[in-house]
């Protein structure tokens, strides 16, 4: 069964710190890893990686890609309290099949 | 303009009934694909669908089924309903045809149904 893997579960911080989500994945299949935002309800889109070792970035936040290692991470610089929400890392399979993450809970503290 | 819209926010049905949900895809967006959310649980891939043709499925049972209509809205229908069928449903659409794990997709605020 794929599998994808993410740590930690939660996490707390200060307004300011910066933080690293850790995702891990099966390999079967692969096509790409994606990382979206879940506020309240509708997960909105962040980063869709496809290729290893090229960083993409997106004012404070920045994700990469190692299809060696099966992970990614996504970084999170000078934190605020909008960026509290769950991070959900998506494991792109066959062309018709994602499979998500329990995700990762992130609060930012003022 | 409009993002993903899903209807209803909120419904409550008991064990054993049938329940349709249903989805607006953004303007120009002709692919959906539908996702069951478990409470503290990643969303899980249930169906998706391509100028009216279901091009994939998840793990779930025949209980769970869904349509495209032509003008590239979509429904979600479950048959006798189980407790654990109790979850919020995305829905999310994308431009094109191609895979959902080739282009990021969009998504509703979702349908959140309990069970009773």
């Known amino acids: 069964e794929d599998k994808v893997v993410q740590s930690p579960l939660s996490l707390v911080v200060h307004e300011g710190d910066t933080v690293t989500l850790n995702c891990s994945y099966e390999?079967?299949?692969?096509?790409?890893l994606l990382w979206y935002k879940q506020e309240k309800k509708a997960p909105t889109f962040l980063f869709m990686l496809t290729s290893s070792g090229i960083e993409k970035k997106s004012g404070r936040l920045s994700s990469i890609l190692d299809k060696k290692e099966l992970f990614s991470i996504l970084n999170i610089t000078a934190t605020q309290t909008g960026d509290s929400a769950i991070y959900l890392c998506v494991r792109g399979g066959s062309n018709y099949k994602l499979t998500f993450g329990k995700g990762t809970l992130l609060t930012v503290n003022p | 303009d409009a993002g993903v819209t899903q209807s209803p926010t909120h419904l409550i049905k008991t064990r054993g009934q049938h329940v349709t949900l249903r989805c607006s895809p953004i303007s120009g967006h002709k692919s959906v694909s539908w996702y069951q959310q478990v409470l503290g649980q990643g969303p899980q891939f249930i169906f998706q669908y391509y100028e009216k043709e279901e091009r994939g499925r998840g793990n779930f049972p025949d209980r769970f089924s869904a349509r495209q209509f032509p003008n590239y809205s979509s429904e979600l229908n479950v048959n006798a309903l189980l407790l654990g069928d109790s979850a919020l449903y995305l829905c999310?659409?994308?431009?094109?045809?191609?895979?959902?794990?080739?282009?990021?997709?969009?998504f509703g605020d979702g349908t959140r149904l309990s069970i009773l």
């Open positions: 390999v079967t299949n692969f096509r790409s």
């Open positions: 999310a659409s994308s431009p094109t045809g191609q895979g959902i794990s080739n282009q990021p997709q969009h």
